[in-house]
């Protein structure tokens, strides 16, 4: 069983360096923001996302390898019937939750960091909302949480990357089913208003307080326990790409409302 033990004590070591590869990601992005923000140098800033970047999909490669072995281990001890088998098969399942956590969280950041490519198309906006919602049905379902999906209406053309809009707005759906753990309400709205076309995500939780209002945005802020904090701003990066807007009202006790305004395609203002 010596072998066992030493492969399992090596993947212990890398779980506990998924912390440390998060930290370090946080520190260049921390880092790379003060440098230009005293030298002015939007070159310098530039060069280093590049490079956390490239330092995100080093380690991803690698990773990869590893969470294969990491199952190949796994299922080699299942097939073992002894207590130390078993005891070594639920302390190798936790370095398998710790590693795909470190993959989400590299993930998250190259969603972030990426270039912006967009593929618009003149696309029926009130159609995408209904198809994401058809999509998150049983998520919410399965959170206890009662999906209000919005009203039929007339097509609500815009511009837009499908994939990127439905992105942005899936990030904003898991965020309300989360800040439900008791369950509630998701309600979803969709309308136009002159030039404009405007999405409401709506729940029913206890609300954001007032001293974290001005950080729901800001990168790596986070109040969930393995939250990456790069969810809201990858959300608004995307509509703000669209020469759209989103912005949050919340009271304590009463849930949370985010509005995002997109403009419609000129097709649909002729």
């Known amino acids: 069983m010596d072998w066992w033990c030493i492969i399992v004590a090596a993947v212990l070591g890398l779980a506990a360096g998924s912390g440390l590869t998060a930290w370090i990601a946080r520190r260049t992005w921390h880092g790379a923001r003060r440098l230009a923000a005293r030298t002015k140098g939007h070159d310098h800033l530039v060069e280093l996302g590049q490079l956390a970047g490239g330092l995100a999909h080093e380690i991803k490669n690698p990773l990869s390898t590893i ?7 796994a299922e080699d001890l299942a097939r073992r019937g002894d207590e130390d088998d078993v005891r070594l098969f639920r302390r190798l399942k936790h370095v398998q939750a710790e590693a795909d956590r470190l993959r989400a969280i590299l993930d998250d950041f ?3 960091a990426g270039k912006l490519e967009l593929h618009p198309s003149a696309t029926d906006i009130r159609q995408v909302v209904d198809e994401l919602t058809d999509f998150f049905a049983p998520q919410a379902e399965a959170a206890r949480v009662t999906l209000r999906p919005p009203r039929p209406g007339e097509p609500i053309l815009c ?3 499908v994939n990127l809009i439905k992105q942005s707005l899936l990030n904003l759906m898991i965020n309300a089913i989360q800040a439900m753990p008791d369950g509630g309400e998701l309600i979803l709205r969709v309308e136009a ?6 999405i409401e995500v709506i729940d ?3 609300g954001i307080p007032p001293e974290t209002m001005g950080r729901i945005f800001d990168v790596y802020y986070s109040t969930k326990k393995h939250g990456t904090g790069l969810g809201l701003p990858t959300a608004r990066r995307i509509i703000r790409a669209h020469g759209g807007s989103i912005r949050v009202d919340s009271e304590p006790g009463k849930g949370t409302r985010f509005l995002i305004s997109l403009p419609l395609s ?5």
């Open 266 to 270: 000129p097709v649909k203002m002729k």
């Open 110 to 112: 190259l969603h972030y």
């Open 67 to 73: 969470n294969v072995n990491l199952q190949l281990l």
């Open 159 to 161: 511009d837009i990357d």
């Open 204 to 206: 029913t939780g206890p």
């Open 193 to 198: 208003q002159k030039n404009r076309a405007l």
